[in-house]
Antibody
Framework: QVQLQESGPGLVKPSETLSLTCAVSGYSISSGYYWGWIRQPPGKGLEWIGS???????YYNPSLKSRVTISVDTSKNQFSLKLSSVTAADTAVYYC?????????????WGQGTLVTVSS | QSALTQPRSVSGSPGQSVTISCTGT?????????VSWYQQHPGKAPKLMIY???KRPSGVPDRFSGSKSGNTASLTISGLQAEDEADYYCCSYAGSYTLVVFGGGTKLTVL
């Protein structure tokens, strides 16, 4: 079955760039679907960060757009997130997920999530 | 503040039914039949329970059902079981600018 796994540093300093990768197994990214990033601050709700199609087309949350870059590497069957100029408010569990479409946008499955803490 | 409004908490006894509401606007929930619901147990990733307002993915019990009226979507869980105790989030398409919005989440307690 389709599985997603996030990886990356668990600690990032303020003002630096957060970088995460989501490795996909059991499904070829090039076969379709969109691929998204969602985050969840400790004790709070879910926030969509952005999504990418295998062609490289990207879609971002307007509130984060100026700091977010999502890219895809079909040869490695993975996609990545970069969030620049991070602050403590960016501390969260970051999830990657497969997304049906940008309109019909349900997410399934999800990765297990990775906690990223922004602190000096 | 989340774009979609959900009650902070709901509760019910085993065997009973509960309904969780998700209120948006005509620009999101009311404008499209693209509402999904997710279940999240503590320390776990969210799990898709309902998509396209009322469709259930394979493997989700038919005790879970979804509906929509105007700008409010609802998730109903019938025959409550202890394992249903979790946080539930709604999600909707929100137009070509905002794209994706989530609700603030509802904590379901099975008494």
């Amino acid at each position: 079955q389709v599985q997603l796994q996030e990886s990356g540093p668990g600690l990032v300093k303020p003002s630096e760039t957060l970088s995460l990768t989501c490795a996909v197994s059991g499904y070829s990214i090039s076969s379709g679907y969109y691929w998204g990033w969602i985050r969840q601050p400790p004790g709070k709700g879910l926030e969509w960060i952005g999504s990418i199609y295998h062609s490289g087309s990207t879609y971002y949350n307007p509130s984060l757009k100026s700091r977010v870059t999502i890219s895809v590497d079909t040869s490695k069957n993975q996609f990545s997130l970069k969030l620049s100029s991070v602050t403590a408010a960016d501390t969260a569990v970051y999830y990657c997920a497969r997304q049906k479409e940008m309109t019909n946008n349900w997410f399934d499955p999800w990765g297990q999530g990775t906690l990223v803490t922004v602190s000096s | 503040q989340s774009a979609l409004t959900q009650p902070r908490s709901v509760s019910g006894s085993p065997g009973q039914s509960v309904t969780i509401s998700c209120t948006g606007t005509s620009s999101d929930v009311g404008g499209y039949n693209y509402v999904s619901w997710y279940q999240q147990h503590p320390g776990k990733a969210p799990k898709l329970m309902i998509y396209d307002v009322s469709k259930r993915p394979s493997g989700v019990p038919d005790r879970f059902s979804g509906s929509k009226s105007g700008n409010t979507a609802s998730l109903t869980i019938s025959g409550l079981q202890a394992e249903d105790e979790a946080d539930y989030y709604c999600c909707s398409y929100a137009g070509s600018y905002t794209l994706v919005v989530f609700g603030g989440g509802t904590k379901l307690t099975v008494l």
